[in-house]
């Protein structure tokens, strides 16, 4: 599923500019159940900003304010942060996933999504794990 988020909206904390036009929230969820009314979920939310240069102001004051800010920020629960032109991306999946079946998802989000070929050695990412900093 597709949202689009206002952008004064609690999904935008942390991320809220001046500059920012736009917020869109992609949802999945499994068909299959895990175990019983339990399913695999994850959220990309894309923030647009009006530059390149906005995005980034955002993305250092982000990076800049962890530990101290992450839980007031983000989920306990995996979250990983990109920017990528005038546009930050965040992937949240919940801890039900194992580190291995997140580094998968991660880099499938990576190379498919943002046509980036790996998350090694990337200087314009962060990641929280499952259950904060």
Wanted: net charge positive; with cysteine; hydrophobic share 40%.
């Amino acid at each position: 599923m597709i949202y689009q988020i206002p952008v004064n909206n609690s999904v935008t904390k942390g991320f809220e500019s001046t500059a920012l036009k736009d917020v869109r929230l992609v949802a999945f969820k499994s068909l299959k159940e895990i175990q019983k009314n339990t399913r695999l979920a994850f959220k990309v939310v894309v923030y647009t900003y009006k530059s390149t240069h906005e995005a980034n102001n955002t993305f250092q004051v982000l990076r800049t304010s962890l530990p101290s800010q992450s839980d007031l920020l983000f989920s306990k629960d995996w979250n990983l942060v990109v920017i990528k032109d005038n546009y930050l991306y965040k992937l949240n999946g919940g801890c039900l996933y194992s580190q291995q079946a997140w580094n998968e998802l991660k880099t499938m989000f990576l190379k498919n999504a943002l046509a980036l070929k790996t998350n090694t050695g990337i200087t314009n990412s962060f990641e929280i794990p499952c259950g904060g900093l």
